[in-house]
C-alpha cells in the first residue's frame, strides 16, 4: 500500500497547482495510423467525444514545438507536451474501460476492434488542437504545472530530473508495447487501473523533493524522502505554503489536528474516541483486521476479507447467493454484484443479465448485456437483458450490438468513416440527436453531408447549415455549442447561430432561437425564461437581482427577495422583496403571502426575526449575519482565523475550516484539501503517470523548436 501511495506522491506535479483534471472540450479529425478506421461506439453508434471545438483536420503529433525522443532526456521546457500526450491517452484508457462495465462486459480475453489513435480521434476530435490546448500559455493545465515546477526548481524546493523522465518515458512505451498498445493493456489485465500499476522504479526519480521536514512547501513533491514518507501539511501561511512533516510512526497521532496518515503498513484507528486518531500495527494472517476504530491493514500485502486477513492470492470466502459489499469477498470465480449486492457468477451467452430489480449480473468475458431491439426483442422487449456475443463487421446489430469499434446503421454494423470518406446516417437514431448529422464519422467534430455522403466539417458561426424538419432547435451540422436556426418547421436549412449574450434577448426550445443564453461580455451567466420545447422567452441573469430586475426563479434574486410572475414562457418574474418581520409567509403567493422573507425566516408561515446569539435555532438561517447553528448550542458567532472549527459553517465569511481544524482563508483551505484558490488541485498523483502514457503512439517524436537553432 505505501508503495503505492509513493508513486502516488511522486508525481505529483500534474494536478499540483492547477485545476482538477477534466476532459479539453477540443476536437477536429486526426490522420491515425491504424487502417481499421474505428472508434468506441454504443448499439447504435459512437459514444464518447462532443462536438464542441472548432473543426481541424491535421495529421501528426503536433501540439508542441520542442524536441522529445522516447529514451532520452526531456528537458523541463519540453515536458509539457508530453504530459499533455500523456494525459489524453490516460483518459481515453479508463474511458474505455468504463464503457466495458457500462455494457456488462468483461475485457479479459478480448480483442479491441479499434486503434488507440483512432480512440482518441473519437473522444477528442483533433488530437493535436487538445494537446495544444492542454499546453496554451494562458491557462493549459500541463502549461500551468510545469510552470509551477519550474517556479519550485528555481526556488531551490524541488529537483526534476529529464534523464529520469525519458527513461520513464521509454519504461511505459516499452511497457505498453509488451500488450500491443493502451487498449490491449486492459484487453490482457482486464483492470482500468493497469497503466497505474504498471508505473515502476524509473518513474519514481522524476521530480525529488529537497525541503527537510518542517521546512516550508507548496506540495509533497517538495519534502525530502524519508522511509517513513512523508507530506506537505499546515498550508496556511501566506500564498498558501506549508511545512514538510513525516508520515505518523506506531502510536502517534494521525489524520487529526494537521496530522498526517500513517507510514508503511500502519492503519490510522480512532478506538472509541472519533476525535483522536492513532496510529496501529498490521493484523499478521489469521488475525483479526476488523477492529474497535477502523480497520487494519494486513500484513504482507493480504486482504482483510470478512473481517481476517487472508493472502491476497486467496480470494474471498463467501459462497455463491451470499451478500457482500465487494468481489474480494467472494469465492474464486464470483464476483459482488446486484441489488442488493451479492456473490454471483458471471452469466454465460443467451442468459438473463438484467431484468429490474429481480436479476443483475455481469456477463462473461467478451459478452455484452443487451435489450435486442424491432423483430429480434420478442417476448424480452424492454423488461429483459441477455448475455450476447457483440455483433461484427456486417454483422446485424438488432440482436446484439456491435463490436466496440463500429457503427450500428440500418441494422448492420459498419466500420467509422475518417474525414473525407464516404459515410451514411443511422436510421435508428432519431433525426434530433447529434448522432443523425454525425453518421458512422468517427470525430465528433465531423457530420455526414452531401451526396454522396461524407464525413465533412461541422460548419461554424454564421454558416449555412443542414437540420431535421421539426419545431424544435437542433444543432444539426453547425459546430458544438452553435444551433442551426431555420426559419419554419417545415425548413432543414438554416443558419449556425451562438446562443445570445444579452439580457432581454430572445432565446428558446424552437427552430428560428436557440436554446440557452451564454454569459455576458463581463461573465455573468444567464438562462433562458421559456422552460417547454417549443417555447420561447428571454434571456435573464442568473445572480442575485436587485429588486424589480428579471428573474426565472428565485436563484435569481438577491437575499430576503424571491421571483415573482414568471409563468415559465415569454415572460420572466421580477425580483420582489420578501414579507416584513410579522407577515405571512410561504408558497402561496396568490393568497397575498410573500414567498420568502426579507430579513429573518419563515416560521409556521409568519416572517420571524432572525435568532440572536444563543438563541435555539435548527438552520443557519434562521441565525443572524455573523452567527451560525450550532443546534444543541443555539446560534453562535462564526469564528475568526485561527479558531479552532469541525465545518466550513464554523467560520466567518472568507475562511474554511483546514485540516487541522481551524479556520483560515478559503483559498489555501481549498488549495489544501482539493481543488480551487491558490492553482488548484495539490494532490499531485501523475507525473509518472503521464509520463508512462506518454509515449504510448508509434514514433513519437516532436517538431524542434527553430528558434534555439536545433
Known amino acids: 500500500m505505501r508503495g503505492m501511495t509513493r508513486v502516488v506522491a511522486l508525481g505529483a506535479a500534474v494536478t499540483l497547482w492547477c485545476g482538477c483534471p477534466s476532459p479539453p472540450g477540443t476536437g477536429g479529425s486526426s490522420n491515425s495510423s491504424s487502417s481499421s478506421g474505428q472508434a468506441v461506439t454504443s448499439s447504435s453508434g459512437v459514444i464518447g467525444g462532443s462536438s464542441s471545438g472548432t473543426a481541424g483536420g491535421s495529421s501528426g503529433n503536433g501540439g508542441s514545438s520542442g524536441s522529445v525522443v522516447v529514451g532520452q532526456p526531456i528537458l523541463l521546457e519540453n515536458l509539457c507536451p508530453t504530459l499533455a500526450n500523456g494525459y489524453l491517452r490516460m483518459y481515453a484508457f479508463y474511458l474505455y474501460g468504463i464503457s466495458l462495465g457500462l455494457s456488462g462486459s468483461s475485457a479479459v480475453g478480448c480483442e479491441p476492434a479499434m486503434s488507440d489513435e483512432d480512440l482518441l480521434v473519437a473522444l477528442f476530435g483533433d488530437v493535436e488542437q487538445a494537446r495544444a490546448q492542454l499546453c496554451a500559455a494562458d491557462g493549459g493545465m500541463m502549461a500551468i504545472n510545469v510552470e509551477a515546477i519550474t517556479r519550485a526548481q528555481t526556488a531551490g524546493r524541488l529537483i526534476y530530473s529529464p534523464q529520469a523522465a525519458g527513461d520513464c518515458l521509454a519504461e511505459g512505451r516499452n511497457s505498453f508495447a509488451a500488450y500491443g498498445g493502451l487498449l490491449r493493456s486492459i484487453v490482457a489485465t482486464g483492470n482500468v487501473d493497469a497503466g497505474q500499476q504498471l508505473v515502476v522504479s524509473n518513474c519514481n526519480g522524476v521530480i525529488r523533493g529537497m525541503q527537510d521536514e518542517g521546512e516550508p512547501c507548496l506540495s509533497p513533491l517538495e519534502c525530502s524522502p524519508l522511509d517513513a514518507g512523508v507530506t506537505c501539511v499546515h498550508r496556511l501561511q501566506a500564498d498558501c505554503f506549508g511545512v514538510c512533516q513525516r508520515f505518523g510512526l506506531l502510536g502517534e497521532e494521525c489524520e487529526t489536528r494537521g496530522n498526517p496518515e500513517c507510514s508503511g503498513e500502519l492503519a490510522c484507528l480512532r478506538p472509541g474516541d472519533t476525535s483522536r486518531g492513532l496510529c496501529a500495527p498490521p493484523a499478521g494472517m489469521g488475525r483479526a483486521c476488523e477492529v474497535d476504530g477502523g480497520t487494519l491493514n494486513c500484513a504482507g ?9 487472508v493472502p491476497a492470492t486467496d480470494g474471498g470466502t463467501l459462497a455463491e447467493g451470499t451478500g457482500c459489499e465487494e468481489t474480494a469477498e467472494c469465492l474464486p470465480g464470483l464476483v459482488c454484484s446486484g441489488s442488493p449486492l451479492r456473490c454471483q457468477s458471471r452469466a454465460p451467452l443467451g442468459e438473463v443479465c438484467r431484468n429490474g430489480s429481480a436479476v443483475d449480473r455481469p456477463c462473461q468475458p467478451c459478452l455484452v448485456c443487451f435489450e435486442p431491439r424491432g423483430a429480434d426483442a420478442g417476448p424480452d422487449a424492454g423488461v429483459i437483458r441477455r448475455c450476447v456475443a457483440a455483433a461484427g463487421l456486417d454483422e446485424a446489430c438488432t440482436a446484439a450490438p456491435c463490436e466496440i469499434g463500429l457503427a450500428c446503421l440500418s441494422g448492420t454494423c459498419r466500420p467509422l468513416a475518417k474525414r473525407g470518406q464516404a459515410c451514411a446516417r443511422d436510421d435508428g437514431v432519431p433525426e434530433t440527436a447529434d448522432l443523425a448529422m454525425r453518421g458512422n464519422c468517427l470525430s465528433p467534430l465531423d457530420s455526414c453531408m452531401g451526396a454522396p455522403a461524407t464525413c465533412q466539417p461541422r460548419v461554424a458561426e454564421g454558416a449555412s447549415c443542414q437540420g431535421p424538419a421539426g419545431t424544435l432547435a437542433v444543432q444539426g451540422n453547425c459546430q458544438g455549442g452553435l444551433t442551426c436556426a431555420r426559419a419554419s418547421a417545415a425548413a432543414t436549412t438554416g443558419t449556425c447561430q451562438a446562443a445570445p449574450n444579452t439580457p432581454g434577448a430572445s432565446c428558446g426550445y424552437r427552430q428560428d432561437l436557440t436554446g440557452s443564453c451564454g454569459d455576458t461580455a463581463d461573465g455573468r451567466t444567464m438562462e433562458c425564461s421559456a422552460r417547454w420545447d417549443g417555447g420561447q422567452g428571454v434571456c435573464v441573469l442568473a445572480d442575485e437581482g436587485a ?38 409567509c410561504g408558497y402561496s403567493v396568490d393568497a397575498g403571502w410573500k414567498d420568502i422573507c426579507l430579513q429573518g425566516f419563515c416560521d409556521n408561515r409568519v416572517c420571524t426575526a432572525p435568532r440572536a446569539s444563543g438563541e435555539p435555532c435548527y438552520s443557519n438561517s434562521q441565525c443572524s449575519n455573523g452567527l451560525w447553528c450550532a443546534n444543541d448550542g443555539g446560534c453562535m458567532p462564526r469564528a475568526m482565523t485561527g479558531a479552532a472549527c469541525q465545518d466550513d459553517e464554523e467560520c466567518a465569511e472568507g475562511l474554511a475550516c483546514a485540516p487541522e481544524g481551524v479556520c483560515a482563508a478559503s483559498e489555501c483551505v481549498n488549495y489544501s484539501s482539493g481543488c480551487g484558490g491558490c492553482g488548484g488541485c495539490t494532490d499531485g498523483s501523475y507525473v509518472p503517470t503521464l509520463l508512462f502514457f506518454g509515449a504510448l503512439t508509434h514514433g513519437y517524436r516532436l517538431r524542434r523548436r527553430k528558434s534555439r537553432g536545433v
Open 301 to 309: 500485502g493480504g486482504a482483510c476479507i470478512n473481517g481476517i486477513c
Open 547 to 584: 429588486l424589480g430586475e428579471p428573474c426565472v426563479d428565485n436563484y435569481d434574486c438577491s437575499n430576503g427577495h424571491y421571483c415573482s410572475g414568471a409563468d415559465g414562457g415569454a415572460t420572466p418574474g421580477r425580483c420582489t422583496a420578501g414579507g416584513q418581520t410579522g407577515e405571512p
